[in-house]
């Protein structure tokens, strides 16, 4: 079974950076991969996505979050800039097996294999 476990979260400054990282126990290669967040009292809600094809961003995140890969490493990563009070939240790494040959897909039901996620916390 693949497990997927995030790392590099952690208390910033606004408007600060920070870096999370994906570790793939599987063949990174074989998926699409997503982060996602979760704040508290919301539902889940998609962040960025990186295919066979390329990358996929919310609207919230575009041009601020850059999602990149390592398929040699196994790791996804997701570089976040400018960040933001309302970026606070849980963020948690995905994969899709199912069509990693798709460029946008943006819900939860998509991913099939989740990880435990990783609290990234922005103060004003």
């Known amino acids: 079974q693949v497990q997927l476990v995030e790392s590099g979260g952690g208390l910033v400054q606004f408007g600060g950076s920070l870096g999370l990282s994906c570790t793939v126990s599987g063949r990174l290669s074989r998926y699409a991969m997503g982060w996602f967040r979760q704040a508290p009292g919301k539902e889940r809600e998609f962040v960025a996505r990186?295919?066979?094809?390329?990358?996929y961003y919310s609207d919230s995140v575009k041009g601020r979050f850059t999602i990149s890969r390592d398929n040699a490493k196994n790791t996804v990563d997701l570089q976040m800039n400018s960040l933001k009070p309302e970026d606070t939240a849980v963020y948690y790494c995905?994969?899709?097996?199912?069509?990693?040959?798709?460029?946008?897909?943006?819900?939860?039901?998509?991913?099939?294999?989740w990880g435990q996620g990783t609290q990234v916390t922005v103060s004003s």
């Open positions: 995905a994969a899709d097996s199912v069509f990693p040959n798709v460029r946008a897909r943006a819900e939860v039901h998509n991913y099939d294999i």
């Open positions: 990186i295919s066979w094809v390329g990358t």
